[in-house]
């Protein structure tokens, strides 16, 4: 016999305010962890200039920065490469010859590397001197509009973007930087310390991003970093990251994950998944090389923004971040992606 306590429609509402305060107790773990990482942008998905404006302008010239400045990117990414001399350049490959005049200015000092079957010529930054780099002309590749634009120091783009936007480098091939006595994660954090950014004290916000994870893991542990962290992942390399293992794992020392956006499209629970680790997701790279795809490109960033639910996007065209539409309408519903 059932007493008062265990009548069934009893029964059912307490199992249901039970579910209820789950599901509530759920929201606010995850509210408190996207609060908790500046990189959950719930509200305002960060916009993230991919070596600036650089559908437009040569990239990671001063030109391309300005320009994604002044399309209203509160980020510009910097990619970090080293000189023979230890500093700090923006440049995305680790060689000159394809966005300077290298073989022009410096014909004999190539490296002949195998490519498969074919032997190469490449001019590697470690192999000049800061003095030497900045003789070349970084423009002229992409128009001769931009005839003279010269590769940056990483304290020449914090000077750029100091009261205008953040800073989102990238250490790129740290450890081939290490086999040429050159530590570029201890480089780095001395450019930081001198412009007083290693805690947020002073200029413009900085997140660290790079593929090395064992970087990211130095930063965190030998220089005590607390700068917000980006682990960016690609390809069939992924994989070992992309289990509930490996992005728990992530979570440990990165504030954010940074899949090619490839990798969502195969598998849009990433970024859930992703998100159930506390971790930001900010996918790579929404570009259109040439006006008639512009339309094209919005309609994928507003799929990555409203469906995917990422955080955030890379992109070479700042300017029509803006021009994705809202992802709820006035009812707070959402909208119907592409």
């Given at each position: 016999m059932l007493t008062n306590r265990q009548?069934?429609?009893?029964?059912?509402?307490?199992?249901?305010?039970?579910?209820?305060?789950?599901?509530?107790?759920?929201?606010?773990?995850?509210?408190?962890?996207?609060?908790?990482?500046?990189?959950?942008?719930?509200?305002?998905?960060?916009?993230?200039?991919?070596?600036?404006?650089?559908?437009?302008?040569?990239?990671?010239?001063?030109?391309?920065?300005?320009?994604?400045?002044?399309?209203?990117?509160?980020?510009?990414?910097?990619?970090?490469?080293?000189?023979r001399d230890g500093v700090l350049i923006a440049l995305h490959d680790p060689t000159l010859e394809r966005t300077t005049n290298v073989a022009t200015l410096f014909p004999q000092r190539y490296r002949r590397v195998q490519r498969g079957a074919k032997a190469v010529?490449?001019?590697?930054?470690?192999?000049?001197?800061?003095?030497?780099?900045?003789?070349?002309?970084?423009?002229?590749?992409?128009?001769?509009?931009?005839?003279?634009?010269?590769?940056?120091?990483?304290?020449?783009?914090?000077a750029l973007a100091q009261g205008k936007a953040d800073i989102m480098p990238e250490l790129k091939y740290p450890d081939r930087y290490l086999a040429q006595g050159l530590d570029m994660a201890q480089a780095f954090w001395h450019v930081l310390e001198r412009h007083r950014l290693t805690r947020g004290e002073h200029g413009p916000q900085v997140v660290v991003q790079s593929f090395h994870f064992d970087?990211?893991?130095?930063?965190?542990?030998?220089?005590?970093?607390?700068?917000?962290?980006?682990?960016?992942?690609?390809?069939?390399?992924a994989a070992p990251w992309l289990s509930d293992e490996g992005l728990a794992r992530v979570a440990t020392i990165a504030d954010a994950l940074g899949p090619s956006k490839l990798l969502i499209e195969a598998d849009p629970t990433l970024v859930s998944r992703s998100h159930q680790q506390g971790l930001a997701v900010i996918p790579y790279?929404?570009?259109?090389?040439?006006?008639?795809?512009?339309?094209?490109?919005?309609?994928?960033?507003?799929?990555?923004?409203?469906?995917?639910?990422?955080?955030?996007?890379?992109?070479?065209?700042?300017?029509?971040?803006?021009?994705?539409?809202?992802?709820?309408?006035?009812?707070?519903?959402?909208?119907?992606?592409?």
């Open positions: 009548h069934p429609n009893r029964v059912i509402a307490q199992a249901l305010l039970l579910c209820l305060a789950l599901a509530l107790s759920l929201d606010s773990v995850i509210s408190v962890q996207a609060q908790s990482n500046p990189l959950r942008q719930t509200d305002t998905p960060l916009n993230i200039a991919h070596r600036g404006a650089s559908a437009y302008a040569p990239e990671h010239t001063a030109a391309a920065y300005r320009m994604a400045i002044e399309m209203g990117a509160p980020f510009i990414e910097p990619d970090l490469q080293m000189t010529r490449q001019w590697f930054a470690y192999d000049f001197s800061l003095a030497e780099i900045k003789q070349l002309d970084a423009g002229s590749w992409l128009s001769e509009a931009y005839a003279g634009e010269r590769i940056l120091t990483l304290d020449e783009v914090i970087t990211l893991v130095r930063l965190r542990q030998q220089f005590q970093s607390s700068l917000p962290q980006v682990f960016l992942v690609y390809g069939d390399s790279t929404f570009a259109s090389p040439h006006r008639a795809t512009d339309a094209a490109l919005i309609r994928e960033m507003q799929t990555a923004l409203c469906l995917w639910q990422v955080d955030g996007l890379f992109t070479n065209n700042p300017d029509l971040f803006g021009q994705v539409g809202p992802c709820r309408d006035e009812s707070n519903a959402p909208v119907a992606t592409p």
